[in-house]
């Protein structure tokens, strides 16, 4: 055993300086509450995959044919950068999951992902108010995405959401999902399993959203683009003006290996009815589609990528509103806009009991 004498004096200035170290390499959470974690990239949860394990990220592949790209000088468009804070080269910043992140989930193993979904009104209470376009093969997808902060009741709404199951607020957040079997077995929320290889160390993915629209008042749309590397076939995804967040391996699928067979733009709400009427979670902006621009919340510049890594407008655009009386859309054309579409609504009203 060996004495140990306490000095007050040298053992507080220690600590001082102990403490000192820990705020400089611990970041504080950022405004939106959440600590962003910059993770070596090597580092990621992506390559904790069997098939992934020592690889390395990839370099970016060409953009499809007629997409502009504004990297250079783009945003990142989320909270957690407002305090000037930022990531380093090699790393990727991840968002720190909690252990209340984890509690308010129904158990953990669950946490994170999502049960079986369809994509129509009988999927378990999820409702939907959607264009799609199917009767093709689809290699990619583009569209301006209007940012409000939906209000959400006992419910959560799963791109860009607002989802307090999964984030404890309400604040509009962007995130991704993947599945190769319908969400029976695989698949997850954002970096929560391994699968999505991050490139970009300007995004964490399911990071609030900021700046976001305001009724009658300032609108705001994020770009969001999804397409398949020709040349390895990986699906890639970019964000803002430019941005490229990362890709999904292509051995992560079995049918997108090759191309999708539909592409589907718009709204989802949780509706279990768990008061025995229906939800007053708001979808978009709350306002129903007729509302118009400054009002109802947008979709624009819809465009599919083709066979030929070429970006090319809808053909044969369809529109599903499971009930239109709690949340409706409708769609229109125009040389700003391209093709467009206003949805939503406020859930529970007179005529949606």
């Given amino acids: 055993m060996v004495n140990h004498t306490f000095n007050p004096d040298k053992d507080s200035q220690k600590l001082r300086r102990v403490d000192a170290y820990l705020k400089k390499i ?9 600590v962003i974690d910059c993770v070596p990239s090597l580092l990621q949860p992506a390559f904790d995959h069997p098939e992934l394990r020592g690889k390395k990220p990839l370099d970016p592949p060409a953009r499809p ?3 502009n790209s504004t990297e250079a000088g783009s945003e990142s468009f989320q909270l957690w950068t407002d305090t000037g804070e930022s990531c380093p080269k090699g790393t990727v910043p991840i968002r720190r999951t909690t252990e209340k992140d984890i509690l308010r989930a129904s158990s953990v193993r669950r946490y ?3 049960r079986h979904v369809r994509r129509d009104s009988t999927s378990s209470g999820h409702e939907h108010a959607v264009v799609f376009e199917n009767g ?3 290699y990619g997808a583009k569209a301006k995405i209007n940012v409000w902060a939906p209000r959400v009741t ?16 309400n604040r509009p957040r962007f995130f991704i999902y993947w599945t190769n079997d319908a969400y029976h077995t695989t698949g997850c929320y ?3 399993c391994s699968g999505f290889v991050q490139i970009n160390n300007k ?10 629209s305001s009724f009658n008042g300032r609108q705001f749309d994020i770009g969001l683009m999804v397409w398949k590397d020709p040349k390895h076939g990986h699906w890639w995804l970019e964000f803002g003006s430019g941005l490229l967040v990362g890709y999904w391996p292509a051995l992560l699928f079995s049918h997108l290996r090759s191309h999708a067979n539909m592409v589907q733009f718009g709204g989802e709400v ?4 768990s008061s025995g009427f229906h939800t007053s979670t708001q979808m978009g902006s709350g306002r129903f589609a007729r509302e118009g621009f400054g009002k109802a919340a947008y979709f624009r510049n819809l465009q599919t990528v083709d066979w030929d890594n070429n970006l090319v407008p809808f053909k044969n655009l369809r529109l599903l509103a499971d009930h239109s009386n709690c949340y409706d859309i409708r769609h229109g054309r125009n040389n700003v806009w391209g093709t467009y579409f206003y949805y939503g609504g406020p859930g529970r009203n007179v005529r949606c009991p």
């Fill in 26 to 34: 611990n970041k504080p959470a950022s405004p939106d509450g959440d």
């Fill in 65 to 67: 044919k007629g997409h």
């Fill in 112 to 114: 994170g992902r999502r």
């Fill in 136 to 138: 093709d093969q689809y």
């Fill in 154 to 169: 006992n419910a959560h709404v799963p791109k860009l959401s607002v989802s307090p199951d999964l984030y404890g607020d």
């Fill in 190 to 192: 954002n970096l929560l």
């Fill in 203 to 212: 995004i964490a993915i399911g990071a609030a959203i900021s700046p976001k």
């Fill in 270 to 273: 949780v509706n279990t009815r």
